[in-house]
């Protein structure tokens, strides 16, 4: 939206966020081991809280709680919709913990909202136009492109994984493998890696979320066995890494679109995973994947892939499922839009309501979504899978037939071969 209607950024940091907030309730800490007090031996005496400290569990919500209260206080609604994005005549926060960014329609504007939020008792920093959010570094072009980098984490989880001089990958997995239970394979402790299993898999998984789309599904499969790796897993991991190395350079680029609004691109992978020899151990392998990525003005927001939580039984059940979980994703920011609208904020709409396109590649889905009514071989489809039919009905909701060639959320159920990969991150990445 900032990039669309030249709006203008800042970004703020709370200062030593949590204990700003009064604390909730009255709280003690034993004293640590050889604090001595002068009346008497420290196993009798505890310290009382005077502030909101982190590590407490409800610190957090206290901490929400308290900022909200401040915004509040010098005019600033929270959404209906996000209750992390708030609203004051002509300007949007956005808060993430303790990080937040403002939009508005000029600096002078920005500077004046954050100097009240100071002056309302918030220890803010002032941290200017966004060049480093959350971890992800953000590059301005000249043409006008926005880029989303992780260079930093990339090289980190490249160091932890020690893979020196090997060769790299062009592709994140391998086109011929999906990872099973492998429970007859060594363990990865019992191997020569030497790295931590779950600590680079938390990194990889930070890293899909924020700004690599393109190996989301290569690391939700090697996450998916984080509690017992073996062998097989740990190679896996090092495959990722060895495309990482090839491609660190790759982040999201966003070149808004105008002529575009929302689109929802969505496929499962039917059954893809199940293999016999390895169902005795894993019984997942009979559910499908589900993957779907969501554009707006033909930049990528939301993208996902997740195994399916019941087993399909046809090719057109599990293509309608991945329509249905994607639609949970869609709907909510079609509504976030919507309300922007109604609060006098531009946004890209082509009818007098904000839609969304939905492209689908299985005629069966496709039929079951747009002509929604009992038939003998899906009667049996969950009631929770049809949740959107009314956005259908009000043609709010457009479902689109599309090739599988053109799928882009092809890449996030399966492997793919590198031209079919590459064709396919062009448009999740935009590189």
């Not at 929802?264 to 499908?288: I, M, V």
């Not at 949740?387 to 009000?394: A, G, K, Q, S």
Request: hydrophobic fraction near 35%; glycine fraction near 6%.
């Amino acid at each position: 939206m900032a990039i669309l209607f030249t709006l203008s950024l800042r970004q703020i940091d709370f200062v030593q966020a949590y204990p700003q907030a009064p604390i909730e309730t009255d709280m003690y800490m034993e004293l640590r081991k050889g604090i001595e007090t002068r009346h008497g031996s420290s196993k009798d005496h505890m310290l009382m809280l005077l502030s909101n400290l982190y590590g407490q569990k409800q610190a957090g919500r206290v901490w929400n709680s308290y900022l909200v209260e401040k915004l509040r206080s010098i005019g600033f609604q929270p959404s209906l919709i996000d209750e992390c994005v708030f609203f004051r005549d002509d300007v949007i926060f956005i808060v993430y913990v303790d990080d937040g960014i403002f939009l508005g329609p000029n600096d002078q504007s920005l500077t004046d909202v954050i100097r009240e939020i100071s002056a309302a008792g918030l220890d803010i920093e002032d941290q200017g136009h966004p060049a480093d959010y959350v971890g992800v570094t953000i590059t301005k072009h000249s043409n006008g492109c926005k880029e989303f980098t992780q260079r930093a984490l990339i090289d980190a989880i490249i160091n932890d994984v020690n893979i020196g001089d090997a060769y790299t990958k062009p592709v994140p997995a391998k086109a011929t493998q999906q990872l099973h239970a492998y429970k007859d394979s060594p363990r990865f402790d019992e191997c020569d890696f030497n790295f931590n299993y779950r600590s680079v898999t938390g990194k990889l998984n930070y890293l899909t979320q924020t700004s690599r789309s393109d190996i989301l599904f290569a690391t939700h499969q090697v996450a998916k066995y984080s509690s017992d790796p073996r062998k097989e897993h740990g190679e896996a991991i090092v495959y990722i890494v060895r495309y990482l190395k090839k491609t660190r350079h790759l982040g999201l680029k966003f070149r808004p679109n105008e002529s575009k609004g929302f689109e929802c691109y969505c496929d499962s992978d039917f059954a893809g995973n199940w293999n016999k020899d390895f169902a005795q151990h894993d019984s997942s392998t009979a559910k499908s994947r589900s993957g779907w990525v969501i554009f707006y003005a033909g930049c990528p927001i939301i993208w996902a892939s997740k195994l399916q939580s019941q087993v399909a039984l046809s090719t057109t059940e599990a293509e309608y499922i991945a329509m249905s979980m994607a639609l949970r994703d869609v709907i909510p920011i079609m509504e976030l839009m919507t309300e922007f609208r109604e609060r006098n904020f531009k946004v890209i709409c082509t009818q007098p309501q904000v839609y969304c396109k939905v492209f689908e590649d299985n005629s069966g889905a496709l039929e079951l979504a747009r002509l929604p009514k009992l038939r003998p071989r899906t009667k049996h489809i969950n009631i929770c899978y049809h949740h959107f039919w009314e956005h259908v009905r009000l043609g709010l909701i457009k479902i689109l037939p599309i090739s599988t060639d053109d799928q882009i959320a092809d890449a996030l159920t399966k492997p793919l071969a590198q031209n079919a990969f590459c064709r396919h991150r062009k448009y999740l990445c935009g590189a």
